[in-house]
């Protein structure tokens, strides 16, 4: 048995985790910020790294007196080291590192990108890493950093398919929620406004899926583009929001609903896409955005009978710290630990192996 405990804070929420052999969650907690950067609009790096220096201390005594561990029970300290805002990241890294130096404990740096996909096998589904018939799996993992379609095999070899070459999902709803005066953060605020709406109301683009007629690039085929939605939707609230830019009622509801919906629909034509062409036994949805209600209903309507669908529970598909801890035990078990050289990194790095697939004992 390996006990290790994982630690987030590549954006807005502080985490720490318990987890036990790659799989029993014993504690998951999470201080949120929204309120913070709420008034503002967006997350601010700076104001998130100094809220994360206020959290990091509770939320670990938290986890570990929820575990009904001590720090003398631990194996490995797991840690986010990138993708995400540099100023958070150093927070939480650095914070691991005294940590584990202090307690002798390994240190395990954890890809955030990564553990989104893994969070998809939390809580008693792991089993299915080992199963052949997981396997090719695809990944969609969608949130507002990242929007990517990822192929593993059995194997652990990895091939990134596609990703956004601009906006991603997740930022398209925060920014499209600005424009519509919904607040922060987007996602759920559209969710919420277009719960009634009529999600054929208004025609948004379908971008890089050749909806509008024009024969697309196959090198862009897997790839995704979300700034000609927003465009699409500025010039929409200033043609119908009248002399103060305000849409409300049923107007409000209609738009929310269609510009939710041309990006769910993006996304799942776009899985199906991969899933079919790469011949996929699963299909694995993760990130913040796979919170979203639409989208997990569209795509298990649309995805065929014969393909697995895996969507991570909504508590694991915002920043969490079990997820990372998750992905720790996989280092853990290969003994792949870090020196206390090891830096944050703000971009996803090209990569071709995942450490789960086909990993856990």
Not at 30 to 36: G, K, L, R, T
Not at 115 to 121: E, K, N, P, T, V
Not at 304 to 314: T, V
């Amino acid at each position: 048995m390996a006990l290790i405990l994982g630690i987030e804070s590549s954006c807005d929420e502080t985490a720490a985790a318990v987890v036990r052999d790659g799989r029993d969650v014993l504690s998951s907690v999470i201080a949120s910020q929204i309120a913070v950067h709420a008034p503002l609009g967006g997350v601010v790096p700076e104001l998130a790294a100094r809220e994360h220096l206020k959290a990091l201390d509770p939320c670990v005594e938290a986890a570990l007196r929820e575990s009904r561990t001590t720090l003398d029970d631990i194996d490995a300290i797991a840690v986010t080291q990138g993708p995400g805002l540099i100023p958070a990241l150093l927070v939480g890294l650095n914070y691991a590192k005294g940590l584990a130096l202090g307690h002798g404990k390994p240190l395990i740096g954890v890809n955030h990108f990564m553990a989104h996909i893994y969070g998809a096998f939390l809580d008693g589904e792991d089993h299915l890493l080992r199963e052949k018939a997981t396997y090719p799996l695809l990944a969609l993992v969608v949130s507002g950093g990242h929007t990517s379609l990822v192929l593993v095999d059995g194997e652990g070899n990895a091939r990134q398919l596609g990703s956004t070459i601009d906006d991603a999902a997740g930022e398209a709803l925060d920014k499209g929620s600005k424009l519509l005066g919904l607040g922060y953060p987007g996602g759920p605020a559209i969710q919420k406004a277009g719960a009634d709406g009529d999600i054929n109301a208004f025609n948004f683009p379908r971008p890089l899926t050749g909806a509008a007629g024009k024969p697309l690039d196959p090198a862009l085929r897997y790839s995704f583009s979300f700034s000609g939605i927003k465009t699409a939707l500025l010039y929409h609230v200033r043609k119908f929001g009248g002399d103060d830019g305000v849409l409300s009622g049923k107007l409000l509801a209609d738009t929310a609903a269609s510009y939710q919906y041309a990006v769910v629909d993006t996304l799942v034509r776009k899985t199906l896409s991969a899933a079919r062409d790469f011949g996929a036994r699963t299909v694995v949805l993760a990130g913040g955005v796979a919170c979203n209600k639409v989208l997990r209903a569209d795509l298990a309507e649309r995805l065929p009978g014969n393909i697995r669908l895996q969507i991570a529970l909504p508590k694991y598909c915002t920043d969490n710290a079990a997820m990372v801890g998750g992905v720790g035990y996989c280092h853990f078990l290969k003994k792949e630990f870090a020196d206390f050289n090891i830096d944050s990194f703000a971009r996803l790095p090209k990569f071709v192996r995942v450490p789960f697939a086909n990993s856990i004992k």
